[in-house]
């Protein structure tokens, strides 16, 4: 099966995440569509290692990985302390700051 | 080619219409004759209490997160042992060390979060 | 195959990774008191930073890893910059932090971990490397935004922080796989050499407007600059300090290391973006500060505005842009360092003085502090005979040799934009009485001395420029 088929999957992911950060205004839920982003790049990554037979681009997913791991934990955390102080995590509602 | 994999897309479609039809079928079919006892949640036998949306603490939130921090470091194992038999020859022991340095350095943290307070249940 | 390491080669980056490892074993211990911890991130960053500079005089060059790490004096000189930041941020810190004794730890920590962050994208030479050290350097900073816990305002700053840095780092990661599908390399120097310019594949294009779009979230770009100004309001001043310097200078490093190296061949397409982002940015920045109340606000939009003045540099695109805008970067985070270090100084016994007015008399009641944010200020405003001019006028004259009349003529419409605000603070501290009576508390020691150290930067390569433009002129790739 030819790379385009999987760029195109990639990129209607990629901008399925991009429209759900920009629409959506749970924390939460714009954090998972960003998750979604970095496994569409995943995904590119992927095949395009293996339409040139190569192995860096299967190497850079696996630290994708460990960072969109690292970057959940510390999103969580964050989203938490703020859902402590405002119960809410609206971002429309989170908006103290602005001049 | 994607015609090829048209066969795959008829026996899902039939997949999905068997299981949908049967199901309807047995909703329309079927006698109904509900009870208080029938209509209660099924929980292994035992008189369910309370709602199952319910808030739990936020401490298996923070356990959940160190896990996920700690397990997916596993990751770099995998092309690092693939690799080693390839090295071992002339260099062996420097990337065990390695190695060894890596794992020492996440222990470090493990350590870290347990002092801290990262683990403690109360 | 036997594995060589060239040891000498790291060694600024191990004894970064060394100090952060030191200061979290003795962050176990609570018998020890906190306020080492600080110190011995002074020390350890000090260390690299003389490392740093002695690799520096010596043109050390040399690759690691399979390539993949590059030291050269472009790494070197950002290593530089980022050192000076981490310093002069640590001294300012230790004051500000002293009053909750026991979560100092995580924080120098923190500002550790995003220094060698930084460093790694200054050295990549594989693009993973640059990603990697980009979200080890952002994910540090969104914690330290949120730092404050309990304060309502630094957990919003983080919250936003990590959204927007999110997204934005999933933008760069995208844009690189795009260039890896059209290169078929992440590697920066095959990047050049698989682009020929008959070969110009739309997903080369694709994947440098991303890089664009990822670069442009993370050192604030006009158009997408709106969480800085929310985000160094709410954070930590002192941390607000440290995202305005060394993390903006990070992403220009990758920034000029990826388009000026990695894609040359792509010039046509991408100076012609860079040149309206660099207006855009320069007169937005600088024309909605004007407007702003609250100082710290100032400060971002200023800081927005700078990034436009970089932007110059890099739009030039010759030897002399890219040591213009080293030179700048490295000015820019002293003075903007010094500039919120005068906000810290200006505290009051109900906290810390934000708003312009509360800066009003300060001029004749507190001579020292007023006499640094005045420092400050003008250099920002880039007065001689401090740093801002020098650094604005190399860069205006890398854009003029470059032939970009109409960006310069941009750039100094904006310069005198914003003196206007810069210097209504200093009229405000000189010349207007206070509206009441603010008790201002004592000047901590260590406060005053990374301030006079900032000072005295400021002034000497405002008055020498040569001593730091030299070295920038031998850090061109």
């Known amino acids: 099966m030819s790379l385009e088929y999987y760029l195109v999957l990639s990129a209607l992911l990629f901008t399925t995440g991009v429209i759900g950060v920009l629409i959506r205004r749970n924390a939460i839920i714009i954090f998972m569509c960003i998750e979604l982003m970095l496994n569409a790049a995943n995904l590119a990554f992927v095949a395009i290692s293996r339409s040139l037979g190569e192995a860096t681009g299967q190497v850079f997913v696996f630290f994708v990985m460990t960072v969109a791991a690292a970057e959940v934990a510390i999103g969580l955390a964050i989203i938490v302390s703020v859902f402590k102080h405002r119960q809410t995590i609206n971002v429309d509602e989170v908006n103290s700051l602005k001049g | ?122 | 195959m036997p594995i060589e390491i060239n040891w000498q080669l790291l060694m600024p980056e191990l004894i970064i990774t060394l100090t952060l490892l030191i200061v979290l074993v003795f962050d176990l211990f609570d018998s020890i008191s906190k306020a080492i911890l600080g110190w011995m991130t002074i020390v350890g960053a000090g260390i690299a930073l003389w490392v740093s500079i002695q690799m520096h005089q010596a043109g050390t060059v040399g690759t690691q890893f399979n390539d993949m790490f590059k030291v050269d004096n472009f790494s070197l000189f950002f290593n530089i910059i980022f050192l000076v930041s981490t310093i002069l941020v640590a001294l300012i810190s230790m004051s500000y932090l002293s009053r909750d004794d026991r979560k100092q730890g995580p924080y120098y920590l923190l500002i550790l971990l995003a220094t060698l962050g930084m460093m790694l994208m200054a050295a990549g030479n594989e693009l993973i490397i640059v990603f990697l050290g980009l979200e080890l350097m952002s994910l540090s900073l969104y914690v330290l935004a949120g730092y404050f816990r309990d304060n309502p305002a630094s957990s919003e700053a983080g919250m936003k922080y990590l959204l927007l840095g999110a997204f934005a780092s999933a933008f760069f990661l995208y844009g690189i796989a795009l260039i890896y599908g059209g290169a078929g390399t992440t590697n920066v120097p095959a990047i050049a050499e698989a682009i020929t310019a008959p070969n110009k594949s739309p997903l080369l294009l694709a994947g440098m407007f991303l890089l664009i779009v990822g670069f442009g979230f993370k050192v604030a770009i006009v158009p997408f600059h709106q969480w800085a100004p929310d985000v160094y309001e709410g954070a930590p001043t002192t941390i607000a300090a440290f995202i305005s310097a060394g993390p903006k200078a990070a992403g220009f490093a990758a920034f000029l290391r990826i388009f000026m190296e990695a894609l040359p061949s792509l010039q046509v397409e991408w100076s012609s973006v860079v040149i309206v982002l660099a207006m855009l940015t320069m007169t937005v920045g600088n024309v909605i500060a004007i407007a702003q109340t609250s100082i710290k606000r100032m400060l971002a939009y200023s800081s927005i505005a700078h990034a436009g003045y970089v932007l110059i540099g890099l739009a030039a695109a010759n030897n002399d842009g890219i040591s213009s805008a080293m030179l700048y970067l490295l000015v820019y985070c002293v003075m903007n360092i010094g500039a919120f270090g005068a906000v810290i100084l200006a505290k009051t016994e109900d906290g810390e003085s934000l708003m312009i007015s509360d800066y009003a008399g300060l001029g004749l009641r507190k001579p020292l502090l007023a006499m640094f944010m005045t420092i400050m200020l003008l250099s920002l405003a880039g007065f001689p005979p401090t740093a801002g001019f020098v650094g604005k006028f190399y860069v205006f004259k890398s854009a003029v040799q470059a032939g970009h009349i109409w960006l310069v003529i941009v750039g100094a419409i904006n310069t005198a934009i914003s003196a206007f605000y810069y210097l209504r603070v200093v009229v405000t501290m000189y010349m207007r009485e206070p509206e009441e009576e603010l008790s201002f508390t004592a000047y901590p020691s260590t406060l005053v001395v990374g301030l006079v150290l900032a000072a005295i930067g400021v002034l000497l390569i405002g008055i020498l420029p040569s001593l730091m433009l030299t070295p920038a002129q031998n850090s061109v790739f």
């Open chain 2, 1 to 122: 080619m994607l015609i090829d994999y048209l066969p795959i897309l008829l026996l899902g479609l039939f997949a999905v219409l068997f299981a949908g039809i049967n199901l309807a079928l047995t909703h329309i079919l079927g006698p109904k004759r509900p009870n208080r006892v029938k209509l209660s949640v099924y929980e292994s036998g035992v008189r369910p209490v309370g709602d199952a949306r319910q808030r739990f603490t936020i401490r298996f939130d923070l356990v959940a997160m160190l896990f996920i921090i700690f397990d997916i470091e596993v990751v770099f194992l995998y092309p690092w042992a693939v690799v080693f038999k390839k090295f071992s020859e002339t260099s062996g022991l420097f990337i065990l060390i390695e190695m060894l340095v890596f794992i020492g350095i996440l222990l470090l943290g493990y350590i870290y979060a347990w002092k801290k307070g990262g683990l403690t249940w109360d």
